[in-house]
């Protein structure tokens, strides 16, 4: 039965953690997959979420299931921090969360909720995108089409944007990332938010928000604009959240899907709904992330230390991107890499060609995403010379 079945590839992304682990060159640098590295080029656990951890070994009463829409606390402190405690959408009580395993989890929620609820409704994707948006919703049956995100000069195409979504089927689905736009780096101002919001109103179509990166950008709440905007003033919003980076603990798969409706009687039809998706899926979330981050939530001392934290590898980032820009200054490539410095998140596309790619991974062992996509965060004083050498080298 199984001669028919063909070996395909790997993921492409996390393929790379394994070539690089195979990789014997000890200059090698990773510069693959997202997640978030010190200047010694390890991932931390934060100390909030180590003495949350601590907290909950003492604290932790069952390991009983928590429900399909997963634990109401961890539900309740993320919709405070994607809309603000202040926020109109939680007074009209006009926001449901479902805890789903990680932000691909609730990918995959509302992947499956469009399919079997608004049937019909293609799915508008950024190119480029993240990679797997384009596996999670095509598993799902979803019918999935483009619009233009990056121009020919590397730099954010947003007339193109708009020309695109303008023409955009009335109903179809939208996605568009909040903030640290996965994989380009390349984010929409208030003034674009606004114009979009807009085309969104007029042509009556449904944003699904992808918010993986909260605090990664410029801050908590700056990063939650677009989300909030949209939210005020749509009756009908869709938001995938994820804590696997702003908390650090990818592998606890510690996300969430947010329906916002028109107002708490449609609120609570669609939930229903989610509850049964869950269910389908994999019935109930994992329970410990969601954990981890309730109790840092309910603690002040450890709200503020997890803040503190994420400030610290935010402005670490953003300092990375410059340093980054002065290392290709020598090489008289500092004019062309300029917009590194203002791209936001982990990510940069670097404008680098496949071709390029593969010679720094071959000749140089510096790992990236062949569409040129580079984690930032895996760059640090002792490596920044080499990456930027072996770049020019590539580039000239
Ligand atoms: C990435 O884009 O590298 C991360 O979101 C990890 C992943 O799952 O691809």
Redesign the pocket.
């Known amino acids: 039965m199984f001669e028919p079945i063909e070996r395909v590839p790997g993921?492409a992304?996390?393929g790379l953690i394994q070539q690089f682990k195979d990789d014997p060159n000890p200059q090698k640098v990773d510069l693959?997959?997202?997640?978030y590295r010190d200047e010694d080029g390890v991932t931390p656990i934060m100390g909030a979420v180590k003495a949350a951890e601590k907290q909950l070994i003492d604290d932790e009463a069952t390991k009983a299931y928590i429900g399909s829409h997963g634990d109401p606390q961890y539900g309740e402190h993320v919709l405070k921090m994607v809309f603000g405690a202040e926020s109109a959408v939680l007074a009209d009580k006009r926001a449901s969360a479902t805890q789903a395993p990680?932000?691909?989890g609730a990918l995959r929620l509302a992947a499956d909720f469009i399919a079997s609820q608004l049937p019909g409704k293609s799915i508008w994707l950024s190119d480029p995108t993240?990679?797997?948006h384009l596996g999670v919703f095509s598993a799902a049956g979803l019918e999935i089409q483009r619009y233009p995100y990056v121009d020919a000069q590397n730099r954010l195409d947003f007339d193109g944007m708009l020309a695109a979504l303008e023409n955009i089927p009335k109903g179809d689905v939208v996605v568009l990332h909040a903030c640290c736009h996965?994989?380009t780096g390349f984010d929409l101002s208030a003034d674009q938010w606004q114009t979009v919001l807009k085309v969104l109103k007029d042509r009556e179509l449904l944003p699904l928000v992808d918010f993986?990166y909260q605090g990664f950008g410029n801050g908590i709440d700056e990063d939650a604009y677009g989300p909030r905007l949209l939210a005020e003033n749509l009756d009908e919003v869709l938001i995938t959240q994820?804590c696997?980076?702003n908390f650090g603990i990818?592998r606890e798969r510690t996300g969430c899907f947010i329906a916002v409706a028109r107002d708490t009687e449609q609120m609570e039809n669609v939930r229903s709904q989610l509850a049964i998706t869950a269910r389908e899926n994999y019935s109930n979330p994992p329970a410990h992330g969601s954990a981890i981050v309730a109790t840092i939530f309910n603690s002040d001392a450890l709200y503020q230390q997890w803040h503190d934290e994420l400030k610290t590898m935010r402005t670490r980032i953003n300092d990375l991107r410059k340093k980054f820009v002065a290392g290709l200054e020598p090489h008289g490539l500092a004019d062309r890499f300029a917009y590194v410095a203002e791209q936001r998140g982990?990510?940069s596309y670097t404008g680098l060609t496949e071709d390029q790619v593969k010679t720094l991974r071959d000749e140089h062992s510096i790992y990236m995403?062949g569409s040129g996509?580079a984690?930032v965060a895996g760059l640090n004083d002792a490596n920044m010379e080499y990456v930027c050498n072996a770049i020019a080298s590539v580039v000239k």
Do not use: H
């Open positions: 993921d992304i996390l693959g997959v997202g997640v990680g932000g691909t993240w990679p797997n996965n994989p993986a994820s696997s980076k990818y982990m990510f995403v996509r984690n």
